[in-house]
């Protein structure tokens, strides 16, 4: 049924992607998506205006995205600092490998936690946080994290000015890019800009990404 709401209707002719129990994403569908990031209360009328369908055809297409769970849910964004959160922290956690459910457990409890992700290289986890002041930070990395069995090391940092926070990103926003920039993402791995390390090397400016710890597979499971 999904798969047949999806094919109605379709223009353009762009890659289609599946997901979840059959919908096919096609150039409409992430049009929809493009829009209903700027703005999540938009009228389906003023949708299918912007999009460039019927108004029957917007809402059918919006109400499958929901229904397949291409859109998970809507909710708001707010100024953190005017609701009183005007300090922001990233703390990077290492985990103690046996004790991840407990570590699981012991973060749920934590409402000031906004965000936690399981990452490579030096630490095995990274806390968002937004409380009112620097001293609430002090406290929670010092009193809380480090009462927890399941933690074994810290590290904090502030984040000063977020500059730049989007929604969503899209696989349309890397299409349109490619079309600003053609030449962009074409042949990579056959061109080596001159100078550039081989091997393990790696040279001031670049990136070397670090394989994770072993136990931060279980991590994933429980999260």
Not at 95 to 123: D, N, S
Not at 134 to 144: E, G, I, L, P
Not at 146 to 174: C, G, M, Q, W
Request: proline letters at 3%.
């Amino acid at each position: 049924m999904m798969s047949e709401i999806s094919r109605n209707g379709v223009g353009g002719g762009g890659q289609s992607g599946r997901i979840g129990i059959g919908l096919e994403l096609d150039d409409i569908h992430m049009k929809i998506l493009e829009v209903l990031r700027e703005n999540g209360r938009i009228s389906v009328a003023a949708l299918a205006e912007r999009v460039g369908i019927s108004r029957a055809s917007a809402y059918t297409r919006f109400e499958a995205l929901r229904a397949d769970g291409a859109i998970k849910r809507f909710t708001a964004e707010i100024d953190h600092v005017r609701a009183g959160l005007g300090i922001t922290a990233l703390i990077f956690v290492t985990v103690r490998q046996q004790m991840w459910k407990q570590f699981r457990a012991e973060l749920a409890r934590m409402p000031e936690v906004e965000y936690c992700a399981i990452t490579t290289g030096q630490h095995d986890a990274m806390i968002q946080v937004r409380v009112a002041d620097v001293a609430a930070v002090h406290t929670m990395v010092t009193d809380r994290l480090a009462n927890i069995p399941a933690v074994k090391a810290t590290e904090t940092v502030f984040i000063l000015d977020e500059v730049l926070k989007r929604p969503y990103v899209l696989p349309s926003d890397h299409e349109h890019d490619r079309d600003r920039d053609p030449g962009q993402g074409r042949g990579r791995s056959a061109r080596r800009p001159a100078g550039e390390a081989q091997g393990g090397d790696v040279p001031l400016g670049k990136m070397r990404f670090v394989g994770a710890a072993e136990g931060r597979a279980a991590l994933q499971k429980d999260l």
